[in-house]
């Protein structure tokens, strides 16, 4: 590798850390909004806080999960198998349990609290939550991170090879093609039994989104793939922002055409469902490699504002949801143009999370490095 840091994947992961935390807080003034949702501002929701939440919702997780790939087996490769897991440990798996476990809960009740629910949160935490509001909050991911990485560390066990990073070389058309067909079939496959945006608690260990495990799945290793062919680097592999920007845009109005206008056409659900598979599955690749791309070409480097906001992003992401829903529940019945609001919301939690993690919790050895993953 040229360099030990790839920059533009720092500022991408930091980037979309902050879009994960206005996309939560637009949840909470939008049209539509799911019932469950922790704070719902019922007094003006907007529609094109809806239109954003689809089309952000898409790109999100898997550009993620392809960063966490990417540095993975690039760990690998500098660390014994025992280091590397006592790292994770360290940096994954601590955070997991201790926020699923202590701040999770305290999440989730904000669900009662913000509708005025006579019930304490010692009743709560002893009945609900362990049983039908079980979740994990933001804290999922990591979760599913762990399991990803139990199965790279598995494949590198089977192949010890796997972390020797190659020539630089770029993919086939046939390798995208591949992509792109793994995960509108896989999305087609599952969304045909149950609905796309359902939530799975496996053992009170995972809370996934069935549709989305295979598509997560392959973007991960993807970014091992990416690294091992040293995409990024001179010679190797980087995506075009001007041909996967225009993928990125036409694939985008298609998704948001069919989420929105294409149910009123009267085709079967079945129908429906294979037509959202394709749309979805070429959005979220499309975008994946539009962000890579992009920020490859324009964000490269460093400086003390990037830096300090890589730095930061663990901290503002593990903290984001409950300084963000008690920020928004604290607005709700305040007399302001929703947008002004929003505006708000977003500022004051942002700052509140970013002055946190970099005061707090960069002094805890878990969040002391600028890496998630």
């Known amino acids: 590798m040229e360099s030990d840091r790839m920059y533009f994947l720092d500022n991408l992961k930091w980037f979309i850390i902050w879009l994960m935390v206005v996309f939560h807080a637009a949840m909470c003034y939008m049209a539509y909004a799911p019932e469950w949702w922790y704070v719902v501002d019922t007094a003006e929701p907007v529609f094109s806080a809806t239109v954003f939440i689809c089309w952000a919702d898409i790109f999100i997780m898997p550009v993620m999960f392809f960063v966490s790939g990417y540095f993975g087996l690039m760990s690998l490769s500098r660390y014994r198998m025992g280091v590397f897991w006592k790292k994770k440990l360290i940096r994954i798996l601590l955070p997991w349990l201790f926020g699923s476990i202590f701040i999770a809960p305290l999440v989730t009740y904000i ?116 690294w091992k062919w040293k995409w990024f680097t001179r010679g190797g592999y980087v995506p075009s922002t001007a041909g996967w ?59 003390p504002v990037l830096s300090n906001l890589a730095a930061t992003s663990y901290g503002v992401y593990y903290l984001h949801m409950p300084i963000l829903f008690c920020t928004a529940w604290a607005f709700v019945g305040v007399g302001l143009d929703v947008y002004l609001k929003y505006l708000c919301v977003c500022i004051l939690s942002l700052s509140v999370c970013f002055l946190l993690s970099k005061y707090v919790l960069s002094h805890i050895r878990s969040f002391s490095t600028g890496k998630l993953g």
Not at 250 to 269: R, V
Not at 276 to 299: I, K
Request: glycine share 6%; proline share 5%.
């Open 245 to 303: 920007g225009m993928a990125f845009a036409m694939s985008g109005i298609l998704y948001l055409w069919q989420k929105f206008c294409l149910p009123y056409y009267g085709l079967e659900a079945e129908a429906l469902v294979w037509v959202n598979a394709v749309c979805q599955g070429s959005f979220a690749m499309s975008a994946l490699f539009f962000f890579l791309g992009c920020f490859h070409r324009f964000l490269n480097h460093t400086n």
């Open 111 to 226: 669900i009662l609290a913000s509708r005025h629910s006579p019930m304490g949160f010692y009743e709560f935490y002893t009945t609900l939550f362990w049983g039908p509001l079980y979740e994990q909050a933001q804290y999922w991911y990591l979760g599913a991170l762990t399991a990803l990485y139990l199965m790279l560390s598995m494949a590198v066990r089977l192949k010890p090879s796997l972390p020797v990073a190659q020539e630089a070389g770029k993919p086939s058309f046939g390798l995208f093609l591949l992509m792109f067909l793994a995960a509108i079939v896989s999305i087609g496959v599952i969304s045909s039994h149950m609905h796309p945006d359902t939530w799975t608690s496996y053992w009170y260990l995972l809370v996934l989104q069935p549709v989305r495990i295979p598509m997560y799945i392959l973007v991960f290793f993807a970014g091992a793939w990416a």
